[in-house]
C-alpha cells in the first residue's frame, strides 16, 4: 500500500522558520495537502495543492513540492502553531487516500 | 459555513456492527460535487481515510476496510451514514465525517471536519 513518510517532531523557537516534510513515491504527479490539528480539536486545512492557502490562513503558512517531496514552512513560527501537522494525499492510481504518520510541531 | 456533526453510540461490543450518521447543516448533500467522507483516527494516532460517497451515490472505500464498510446517505434529509461490520477493538477510534472537495485534476481533499466521536469496542 502506498505510505507519506513524515518526521515525527520538528522544534523551533518562537520566530524562527519551521519546515516539515513529506516524502511519497506519487508526490510528482500527485498533490500535496496539509492539516494542522491541534490537541483535542478536529484537523483543519492550512495547505491545499501544494502551495495555496484557503482563506482565513495565515500567510505564514506556505507550502511547496518538488519530486517526490512536499514541504510545509511555518515562517516566523508562533507558539499557537504548535499541533500535529499531516499531510495527505493520493497514490498514483488515484485510489488509495493516504495521510501521512503526522508531525508534531513543537514552537518554544 | 458548512457544519458537520457526528452521532452514534460510544460504546460498540466486538463482533457487532459500528454505525454512525453525519448530519450537514448550511449546504445540501444533494446538492452536487462534494464527496461526504469518513475518516478516523486511533488514540494517539494518524488519520486514517475509510470512504466517501459522492452525491450521485457512488462509494469509493479504503481497499483495506473495503469489504466491512457501507457508506449511504441517510433517509432524512442531508445526512450520510457509515456501517462497519464485525468490529475489534482495533478499530476503536475517533471517527470524523468530512466535506471533500474535488480540486483541480479531480483529486479529492477534505475542507470541513466535524468535530469527531470516540467509539470505543469493548465487551
Known amino acids: 500500500s502506498y505510505e507519506l513518510t513524515q518526521p515525527p517532531s520538528v522544534s523551533v523557537s518562537p520566530g524562527q522558520t519551521a519546515r516539515i516534510t513529506c516524502s511519497g513515491d506519487a508526490l510528482p504527479k500527485k498533490y500535496a495537502y496539509w492539516y494542522q490539528q491541534k490537541s483535542g480539536q478536529a484537523p483543519v486545512l492550512v495547505i491545499y495543492?501544494?502551495?495555496k492557502r484557503p482563506s482565513g490562513i495565515p500567510e505564514r503558512f506556505s507550502g511547496s513540492s518538488s519530486g517526490t517531496m512536499a514541504t510545509l514552512s511555518v515562517s516566523g513560527a508562533q507558539v499557537e502553531d504548535e499541533a500535529d501537522y499531516y499531510c495527505?494525499?493520493?497514490?498514483?492510481?488515484?485510489?488509495?487516500?493516504?495521510f501521512g504518520g503526522g508531525t508534531k510541531l513543537t514552537v518554544l | 459555513q458548512v457544519q458537520l456533526q457526528e452521532s452514534g453510540p460510544g460504546l460498540v461490543k466486538p463482533s457487532q456492527t459500528l454505525s454512525l450518521t453525519c448530519t450537514v447543516s448550511g449546504g445540501s448533500i444533494s446538492s452536487g460535487g462534494y464527496y461526504w467522507s469518513w475518516i478516523r483516527q486511533h488514540p494517539g494516532k494518524g488519520l486514517e481515510w475509510i470512504g466517501y460517497i459522492y452525491y450521485s451515490g457512488s462509494t469509493y472505500y479504503n481497499p483495506s476496510l473495503k469489504s466491512l464498510v457501507t457508506i449511504s446517505v441517510g433517509t432524512s434529509k442531508n445526512q450520510f451514514s457509515l456501517k462497519l461490520s464485525s468490529v475489534t477493538a482495533a478499530d476503536t477510534a475517533v471517527y470524523y465525517c468530512?466535506?471533500?472537495?474535488?480540486?483541480?485534476?479531480?483529486?479529492?481533499?477534505?475542507?470541513?471536519w466535524g468535530q469527531g466521536t470516540l467509539v470505543t469496542v469493548s465487551s
Open positions: 495543492e501544494d502551495s
Open positions: 495527505y494525499s493520493t497514490d498514483s492510481s488515484g485510489n488509495h487516500r493516504v
Open positions: 468530512a466535506r471533500g472537495y474535488s480540486g483541480s485534476y479531480l483529486e479529492v481533499y477534505f475542507d470541513y
